[in-house]
């Protein structure tokens, strides 16, 4: 399993979350863990594999909140590495 944790202040409700990568785009259901808003994948998804190897960025979008643009740094790779060897 892999976690997405974002700060969530003020907020107690699930909320949709969209993850747009070069080559897909998901609407997930984020689930509130204390001030957290966290999205989880199983560690074979295959869209963990299109976060990591987009081009350049991928955005993540809550509703109500101002999107993040991360970018697809090999960090990115090692984590899902890392989830997927346990």
């Known amino acids: 399993m892999v976690a997405i944790d974002m700060a969530n202040p003020g907020s107690s409700q699930p909320m949709t979350v969209t993850i747009a990568t070069s080559s897909q785009t998901r609407n997930l259901q984020g689930q509130t863990r204390g001030p957290w808003l966290e999205i989880t994948f199983g560690a074979r998804d295959n869209f963990l594999d299109a976060?990591?190897?987009?081009?350049?960025?991928f955005m993540?979008?809550?509703?109500?909140?101002?999107?993040?643009?991360?970018?697809?740094?090999?960090?990115v790779t090692r984590v899902?590495?890392?989830?997927?060897?346990?």
């Not at 899902?80 to 346990?86: L, P």
């Open 51 to 57: 976060m990591a190897f987009s081009r350049g960025r």
């Open 60 to 75: 993540v979008l809550a509703s109500g909140r101002s999107g993040l643009f991360l970018p697809s740094w090999p960090e």
């Open 80 to 86: 899902i590495e890392d989830c997927r060897s346990q």
